[in-house]
């Protein structure tokens, strides 16, 4: 029955989410805002919905290492499956990056790690981590006029419902975002419920929970953004999002999250865990200095590290 409930939040979570980016991305053209400030503000911020209204909700509810399990897992998830998965459509290149956007990912990566082992998440740190995410937010913002963007390249296919927003941005488009927010609430409430009981019937510890069955979940919007734009042909997009994903994830979703409860966690029960998104991080950033062909020899490769991963967090738990 729990696995039912499971399974009902996650799609709740996921159809919200994907609802209020369609909603969102129809208003921007409506109103002729940018291919890219709809890319990085809408959609970057998009695919982190899940992580957010699940992460909020356990916090709440004070399974803490739930949340951390959940953003821990799904920055690896992003890393290893994101990747793996896009490359599966068509081997790629690694995109050109701006260096700046590649060390301010693994700097607030390491700056993450380091925190949750040598301190605990006080809503200082969350307070810092929301100050720094709108630095960046600025900073990204503030390149958007140098950057033209290309509507034809990025077509959405038009539904019913994305029409009749870009006629009624305001009296349907504006409901039908906040619906989404109700929906991926009421999801994100019945995933975490569920996802505690059944750590508790197995004996098994929330933060692997988390970092498994909750994160690869919640990273759905992500693997099918990377699937979709390597259809396209855009591992530009697939390397933005899952960097801008694992931003939002660790800035804003960890941010927010402190205002909600106390944050304590076991530290014996996510050590291993940040060690593992450490040597994810630094995969990702040399794989980007080095500009690695990605064919799919590694996308196997990279899916059987991360499963291997899985296999040793439930090893090691039964």
Known sequence: MFFLELFFGLVLVLWGADLLINSAISIGRKFNLSEIFIGIIVIGFGTSLCELFVSIEAVIK????LTLGNIIGSNIANILLVLGISSFVKAYKFPKINAFDN????VVTIFFILICINSYLSKMWGIIFI?????YLSILL???NSVQSNDDDNKEKNTWLNNRILTSPILLGVPVIFFSFVVTMIGADITVLSAIEISKFFGISESVIGLTVIAIG???PEMAAGYAAMK????NLVIGNIIGSNLYNILLIIGISTFFNNFKYNLTNIFNDL????????????????????NKQISLSLILVYFSYIYFLYNSNF
């Open 142 to 144: 503030k390149n958007l």
């Open 275 to 294: 060690i593992f998104l450490l040597f994810c991080i630094s995969i990702f950033f040399f794989m980007a200095i080095f500009r690695v062909i990605i």
């Open 131 to 135: 100050s720094f995410f709108l630095i």
């Open 103 to 106: 060390i301010i990912h693994l």
């Open 218 to 220: 919640t990273s759905f």
């Open 232 to 235: 396209k042909n855009r591992p």
């Open 62 to 65: 004070g399974a803490t290492e």
